[in-house]
């Protein structure tokens, strides 16, 4: 395979026999992948350019920059500030005011965020260290989690927001990208604050406990605390970033990453001013009447390993993984939530056959759909004309009725009022008779 240059796209020491030898192939594969497509796996002898792709990457990052945010968790006094000092070698924090006995406490944890644009070697970075003032400082610490985690929400849903906008060229990324949890050091094991607190944001963020002032335990102390943590961090499955593998690491980079993860949670000392040590020597650390304790010394503290996991070698990891996993389970969990669905089909491989098979039956099902429905709908409305029939039906029934009933009460009336004139007409006869004969006695 060619190798890339280092100095310009066409590099020098490319002949242009080699050049015009770019398009023989040395060997072919023909693989077949699950899909039923073929993937021509060739071996090109000479030089095309492609090569030099991790280049070009190179100096677009240099041109565009860096972002890397990150927060830190912990209660006041553990040297948070320090250490964000350390980590990248400047005071980021500006000096504090003395506070007075009687200044007022603030009652929650605050949020606060100062960015910083360091550059090294002309590579530029923009810091945002986001700090959380009053963590853990009150007699009661039950919502101190809240805050954190609302936080950190607040940013995914600012970004979900910026990707869903028509433009999207200049989507700033403010999602936290770790959180450098620090934990007390008491030589105990866990605080119920900081299992609480560590269980809410594990799934939201890369987590990177250290004990904090670790300069205070002796070695064994430090080793029985990192084992009693650890336990405690298994036993409440409470996930912490790991340094990914790939298969092109070397044996070195596999062993590196081994031997970071071994050394979680990472034992800490800040100190962002030099010392002189007993030998002469000027190194950052802290000073003591039995010695220095070497900040920048493997032998003394876990610093370089976590420089290692959270600037120097695994920044992008940290990044990619807040990406590609973290904000893509808090998006889908979002707009499940709000009831749009992932069209799993559009993952699918497209067989045109199939398709077509796919789209009749559906087509069929929907005329059947239709059709029952239609005939649902006819059969409806004949029930309806027919109860309605049924009702006008019943309606002329009753009417006949009562006519039939008030003509018979009619006749009954008249047959009655008959009856009576009758029997008057038969009394006033014999009426008449009588006085008739009366008279002709009477002449
Ligand atoms: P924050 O409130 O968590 O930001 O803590 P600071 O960074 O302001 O540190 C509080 C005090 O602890 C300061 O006096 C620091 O000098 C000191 N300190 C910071 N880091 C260490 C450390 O690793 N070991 C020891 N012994 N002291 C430290």
Known sequence: MATPSESSDSPSNQKPES?????????????????????????LTGFVGFSNLPIQWHRKSIQSGFNFNVMVVGESGLGKSTLVSTLFNMPLYPPRSEKRPSAEIPKTVAIQSISADLEERGVKLRLTVVDTPGFGDFVNNEDAWRPIVENIEQRFDAYLEAENKANRANIVDNRIHA??????????????????????????????????????????????????????????KINLFETPRYEVDSDETMEEKTTIISKIPFAIVGATSEVTTPDGRVVRGRKYPWGVVEVDNEDHCDFLKLRA???????????????????????????MAMGVSQDQSVFKEVNPALKQEEERALHQAKLLKMEAEMRMVFQQKVAEKEQRLKQSEDELFARHREMKESLDKQRRDLEAKKAQIESGRIYMSTEEKSRKKGFSLRS
């Open 19 to 43: 050049r015009d030898a770019s398009i023989l192939i040395d060997t072919v594969d023909v693989l077949q992948n699950g899909s039923g497509t073929n993937v021509v796996r060739r071996k």
């Open 179 to 236: 959180v450098i949890y620090f934990i007390a050091p008491t030589g105990h094991s866990l605080k119920p604050l900081d299992i609480e607190v560590m269980t809410k944001l594990h799934n939201k963020v890369n987590l990177i406990p250290v004990i904090a002032k670790s300069d205070i335990l002796t070695d064994e102390e430090i080793v029985a605390f990192k084992a009693r943590i650890r336990a405690d961090l298994d036993h409440h």
């Open 309 to 335: 996991m959270l600037v120097k070698n695994y920044m992008e990891e940290l990044k990619e993984y807040t990406n590609e996993v973290l904000y893509e389970n808090y998006r889908s969990a979002k707009l």
